[in-house]
């Protein structure tokens, strides 16, 4: 259906995209309204706006007020912002038997690279499911979706069995190593994600895989000059999704990383709060605090691919 | 585009034209690089002699070969190295999960028979009441192994495993210090020999004398012997153990430990196959029984719901933040995805601390220190769960809907608006059927994830509160994952993990069912469309 | 295009039999990589040992001495204390475990069941330590480990808002009352308990004093897992008497843990009945306190359990020497108690050391409440009870139902899952 529209992807930081823009004539900007007409139309937004929003935010303020005082579990901050002090940050980066530092690098480093991998993974399925004709191609699909959905903490004894076998073969690759945990991962990387580059993928018209071809290239050159870049966006938006979901991963990761300065941040940070006797709740909270950061930056950065890219392939 | 006029042929040719000499050098030095790592591997795994395993990596790497020095399987080239992780870190994960269920592994029968005859022998090893201290030094002769122990009166005595203490001539004996360090015939060995074998000096028993009551003696750091008395003797001939203090004889029955007839039990058992038992027992368990069909009624009604609710959230916050007239809407949208980017066990916890009845933010702050019970009332812990999870969850449903609306090509809504249908109209019509073909299989996969969702659910409320009458200790917020993982682990029988694979797969079979059925469901739809 | 893919084939193979051979050349000769953990040709050994932070922390020098004397390399892995029992059980009869482990006293029932552990023979030794350590250590007649750390819980109180010790249950209920009503507190006393599986472990002093145990005892003083005494006439009174806290208010299921810590550190009760883990907390918040024994409730005194840390050896080491070393020479031996007590806040096990811990007036108080406490029990059969136990309480405390018939139903059941 929108095989000839031009794929919009920008988000809505420019002009409005409407098609007046986009057939040539003047963009329509709006006179100013007269309030009760705003109301009606625009004022009602914000309000839900607000109230959505304040019910959104408010566990991380609590989070971050929870931070900035030090003494106390998560029940008790109850007044917001009581006291303020960068302790608990301080206590947080010179803790030397927990590494907070290393487990950030180690989580960015893991999440980045799996990210990448899967979408690189991804993308070279999607494009065959895409562009290519062969038995078993719907069940294949299907089939991808549903595998992910075994309930991995369970299999939790197989995935240990697993990892010690490769030990024995490939120790720098096995138990106790970022590579592994990445390489687990990675076995998660066709799946829904999949199907939506594949959605993504059918938007991008045959046709221009045939004009490079009869120009003399070959499908791999096809594919990683050209098609790639036409599906920039949803590469983005399955990068992102993927370093979300990496980053919050606990429970493989707490049982494939043993060494103090190999733990990702989930792992670590849950220690501080899973040993009853000793639990630190409030250098805790500094840490999520931190541990929320780099995934909100990189989300803003990538927010105008994510926008126009997640499903606009999908509706044909 | 161009019209071409191009015959198929020429298309062909065209086609199968050789790649660059560059892309041919770059697939042949990453292809002998897998190669390599395989041949690596494979060379370990022939001395480790793990044929299964070898045979397997050399299938697959011949195949990886084939497909990509053929010319044509295209697909199979696109399909390949996602599909090895997927095989080997998922699909080998779920076959090896399936094997787990068919034994009984677990508590109790944590390894092989033969490690745990070892280990019911050593634990049963007690030291002979009033028996010396010998001090010993590990010597070696020519019947192998033995000790060169000095009793606590001065005198030396030598004995191997097959050999009892025998008392030496004082003159054939080094001492130092009143302890005996080397003999004649005999090799003392020093502590880079003793390091090296370790275990075989650690399971030296030398027989006290003739007697077999008198017992052994044995050291652990080859400095000092105890006299120990084997109370448990394993017999191999017959395949039993038997208890030397009260004559109780325990043999194998086919379970996996030793036992007797009347249903004494020696409590280190062995990992056996055990068929389909763990598959059968929620089928002939009557306690757990009871409490399955109100948990798998929860976990469907937790799942659809926490989809349902925070879709349509999702939903009508994209249309709330469409319009291009607002111009804070970024701000807005920022705000909203907030909650996704916090990682979701770290959110969990929070939630755990707002809501606590006494303490918690919300009761305080909110509700003016009320108590109200959120997570210990069986629906009040139901709706915190399902607010929790929706918060959790509406972003990512907002970013889809956000995505979709933008797709949905404006003539469609513009026709329909001349034909004289109002918004609500318009988006009951059309928008709403196009974004559910969408969003359909997200909404899936959202549904399968949820219906497993451990983590939320355990970290709020343990399975939440407890409910009364059943005797199995099952809460009300309980899915049936957490129901799996208390029965399995915490059930007060050990953790049984041979049940818990065979619960997992059962759960597992019973998500992909109900999905594959709404995905052709949608396919359906699609068509339709 | 045949030529094309023959030479394909041909270079891919030439390439990669190059690079095997390269890195063939780098890898040992067929000596399978199990057995080269055994012993290190240049040094005296290796040792694994497993701990958790606090114990790794006050342990570095007396296992540098270690290293020193014996040429042993010892590596330390830290582990999250809860993890290390289970993670011990999967990994050790794959040859990959430890070779010493850190553990709590009640996981040798379970690891002996999975012949997991070796019995630790000390000799004359076990003379040397405070009975209840080896008491806790002992299972089926077998020392399973050195004991290094004694623990209890005790009456903390806030002499601030209460200067003398309770003489009684009432008593100390009725001072905590008056502080309420006189404004000085909020809360009569404090003991942290989970909102849906209580704390069994925090309440068991108030049970004992009903005349509670769990199990019967055998002659040696272990516990006979065929003996249930939970559904006993004893146990049954401090089922009703736990109704009664519960409905006035005394026992609160929301006050956790650390909420209950926070709260006395910030002077909101006079009493709390806590470990000597959460002292440091309140030292911090300038309480000033006294630890005495627990008043109790019934008839008879309410002696708490005693939990004890020791080092184990794994059954699978492939060390056992130098683990056996390592255990009967170091760890037994003065200088690492005492270090490992100066570490943390627990007694140490050692009698030497604990004599000399002795000087240290919260030690000394925290020792005389756990002096006529027993140990934990450690058999398999405890498992069967925790779960249930706790929600029972809680049911009992949120007033769900008949004390007297939850309780007898929770006996029943924990009976039927022992009994198989």
Not at chain 1, 259 to 269: D, F, I, N, R, Y
Not at chain 2, 257 to 264: K, V
Request: glycine share 10%; charged share 15%; proline share 5%.
């Amino acid at each position: 259906m929108t095989a000839d529209k031009p794929i919009s992807v920008l988000g809505l930081e420019g002009p409005p995209i409407d098609d007046s823009a986009a057939e040539g004539r003047p963009p329509h900007v709006a006179p100013k309204m007269p309030f009760r007409r705003w109301v009606r139309e625009l004022g009602w937004r914000h309000l839900v706006g607000i109230v959505v929003g304040l019910f959104a935010v408010f566990p991380l303020v609590y989070v971050l007020s929870a931070s900035f005082n030090p003494g106390g579990t998560l029940t008790g901050s109850n007044v917001l912002f009581r006291s303020f002090s960068l302790d608990n940050y301080v206590a947080l980066l010179n803790d030397p038997a927990r590494p907070y530092a290393a487990w950030y690098a180690n989580t960015m480093l893991i999440g980045l690279i799996t990210a990448a991998c899967t979408v690189f993974l991804g993308a070279l399925a999607a494009y065959s499911f895409s562009r290519m004709r062969f038995t078993g191609r719907r069940v294949g699909l299907l089939s991808l979706i549903l595998v992910q959905m075994f309930p991995q903490m369970l299999a939790v004894v197989a995935i240990y069995v697993l990892m010690r076998g490769i030990s024995e073969v490939f120790p720098a690759i096995g138990l106790d190593t970022q590579i592994g945990l990445i390489l687990i991962y990675l076995g998660g990387a066709l799946g829904v994600n999949t199907y939506l580059m594949y959605g993504f993928f059918n938007t991008v018209p045959a046709s221009i895989d045939e004009a490079a071809k009869i120009d003399g290239a070959g499908h791999a050159r096809i594919f990683f000059t050209i098609i790639l870049r036409l599906v920039a966006p949803i590469l983005a938006v399955i990068g992102l999704l993927s370093f979300i979901g990496t980053t919050s991963e606990f429970v493989i990761a707490s049982v494939i990383l043993q060494s103090p300065e190999k733990l990702t941040l989930a792992v670590g940070l849950y220690r501080f709060v899973s040993d009853e006797t000793n639990t630190n709740y409030p250098i805790f909270a500094a840490g999520a605090v931190l541990a929320a950061i780099p995934v909100m930056v990189l989300f803003l950065w990538l927010q105008k691919y994510i926008v126009g890219g997640l499903t606009a392939g999908a509706v044909k | 585009m161009t019209t071409s006029t191009v015959t198929p042929q020429r298309q062909r040719r065209a086609s199968a034209q050789l790649p660059s000499t560059r892309t041919l050098l770059l697939k042949i030095a990453m292809l002998a690089i897998v190669d390599a790592a395989a041949v690596f591997a494979m060379t370990l795994l022939f001395f480790q002699e793990n044929w299964l395993v070898l045979g397997i990596a050399a299938a697959v790497t011949l195949l990886v070969n084939w497909i990509y020095l053929s010319p044509g399987v295209l697909p199979a080239k696109y399909l390949t190295p996602g599909l090895i992780f997927l095989g080997v870190f998922q699909v080998f994960v779920i076959l090896y999960t399936l094997y787990i269920a068919f034994t009984n592994y677990g508590d109790g029968h944590n390894s092989t028979k033969d490690d745990a005859i070892a280990a019911i022998v050593l634990q049963n090893t007690e030291r002979v009441e009033g028996s010396p201290v010998y001090q010993v030094q590990v010597v070696e002769g020519l019947g192998g192994l033995g000790l060169l122990a000095t009793s606590p009166d001065g005198e030396a005595l030598v004995g191997t495993a097959e050999e009892p203490l025998a008392p030496l001539d004082p003159a054939a004996v080094t001492f130092d210090g009143g302890r005996a360090t080397a003999a004649e015939g005999w090799t003392s060995l020093g502590l880079q020999d003793i390091l090296q074998r370790q275990q075989a000096i650690a399971d030296l028993q030398v027989p006290l004398s003739d007697e077999l009551e008198d017992g052994f003696l044995r050291t652990s750091n080859a400095v000092q012997g105890f006299v120990f008395q084997s109370v448990f003797v394993y017999d191999e001939a017959a395949d039993t153990m038997t208890d030397t203090t009260t004559g109780i004889v325990y043999s194998d029955l086919g379970n996996g430990q030793f036992e007797t007839e009347d249903g004494q039990v020696l409590g280190t058992g062995w990992q056996i196959l055990v068929g389909f038992e763990n598959f059968l027992y929620p089928f002939e368990n009557p306690r757990y029984g009871e409490a399955l069909g109100a948990v798998a009624l929860w976990t469907f009604a937790f799942a659809i719901l926490s989809v349902a609710l925070s879709f349509v959230l999702g939903l009508f916050l994209a249309i709330t933040f469409n319009d291009d007239r607002m111009r804070s809407r970024k701000a807005y949208r920022l705000v909203m995805i907030l909650p996704y980017a916090f990682p979701s066990f770290l959110a969990a916890l929070v939630w755990l601390g707002l809501l606590n009845a006494q303490f918690g933010f919300v009761n305080e702050a909110l509700f003016g220190s009320a108590d109200i019970p959120w997570l210990t009332d069986p629906w009040l812990a139901k709706l915190s769960v399902l607010i929790v999870n929706v918060w959790l969850g509406f972003p990512y449903m907002f970013l889809i809907c956000l995505g979709a609306l933008q797709s949905i090509p404006e003539e469609l809504t513009e026709a329909a608006t001349v034909d004289g249908a109002n918004g609500w109209q318009v988006f009951q019509g059309i928008k709403f059927p196009l974004l559910l073909v969408s969003t359909a299989p997200l909404l899936i996969s959202s549904f399968a994830f949820n219906f497993n969702n451990f983590n939320t659910i355990y970290m709020l409320t343990t399975g939440g509160p407890r409910i009364s009458g059943l005797s199995e200790n099952v809460g009300h917020t309980d899915l049936l994952i957490t129901l799996v993982y208390k029965t399995a682990f915490e059930a007060g029988t050990g953790r049984d993990y041979g049940l818990a694979s065979a619960l997992a797969i059962l759960i597992f079979i019973v998500i992909a069912t109900i999905s594959a059925i709404a995905f052709r469901q949608t396919k359906a739809l699609e068509d339709l469309n | 295009m045949k030529h094309s893919s023959l030479m394909k084939v041909a270079g891919v193979g030439a390439l990669a039999l190059t690079l095997a051979a390269c890195s063939g050349g780098g890898t040992p000769a067929p000596a399978p990589s199990a057995s080269e953990t055994a012993a290190a040709p240049g040094g005296g050994g290796e040792l694994v040992i497993w701990m958790d932070q606090n114990r790794a922390d006050a342990l570095t020098d007396v296992i540098a001495t270690f290293e020193e004397e014996t040429g042993t390399t010892v590596e330390v892995v830290i582990k999250e204390f809860g993890s290390i029992r289970d993670d011990l059980t999967t990994q050790a009869p794959s040859g990959e475990g430890p070779d010493v482990v850190l553990g709590a006293h009640d996981w040798i029932g379970k690891l002996v069941q999975n012949g997991v552990v070796a019995p630790v023979e000390l000799g004359d030794a076990t003379a040397d330590f405070q009975e209840v350590s080896i008491e806790a250590m002992t299972y089926e007649g077998a020392v399973y480990g050195v004991p290094v750390s004694i623990e209890n819980i005790a009456l903390v109180r806030n002499t601030a808002l209460a200067p003398e010790a309770p003489a009684s249950w009432d008593d100390m209920v009725a001072t905590g009352q008056a502080a309420v009503a006189a404004g000085e507190a909020e809360f009569p006393f404090l003991i942290g308990i989970d909102p849906n599986t209580s704390d069994p472990y925090h309440l068991f002093p108030l049970q004992a004093s009903f005349g509670g145990p769990l199990f019967g005892q055998n002659e040696d003083g272990s516990y006979n897992a065929d003996d249930l005494q939970i559904g006993n006439e004893g146990n049954l009174e401090f089922a009703r008497a736990l109704g009664e806290w519960g409905a006035a208010g005394l026992i609160n299921p929301n006050i956790s843990g650390d909420i209950a810590k926070e709260q006395f550190a910030a002077g909101a009760s006079p009493y709390t009945i806590t470990g000597p883990w959460n002292l440091s907390a309140f030292q911090d918040a300038g309480i000033e306190y006294a630890i005495s024994e627990i008043p109790a409730p019934g008839s008879q005194p309410a002696t708490p359990f005693v939990g004890v840390q020791g080092f184990m050896q794994s059954a699978y080491s492939e060390n056992p020497i130098v683990a056996s070393q390592f255990l009967t020479e170091y760890v037994a031996s003065e200088e690492a108690q005492t270090a490992i007590f100066e570490g943390g806040q627990r007694a140490p096990a050692l009698t030497a050391s604990y004599e000399a811990a002795q000087s240290d007036p919260d030690v000394a108080a925290f020792g005389e409440v756990g002096a006529s406490g027993l140990p934990m029990p450690n058999i398999p059969a405890m498992d069967a009870v925790w779960g249930d136990w706790g929600t029972t309480q809680i049911q009992i405390i949120t007033g769900q139902g008949d004390p007297t018939q939850l309780w007898t139903d929770m006996a029943t059941k924990i009976q039927s899952t022992i009994g198989g």
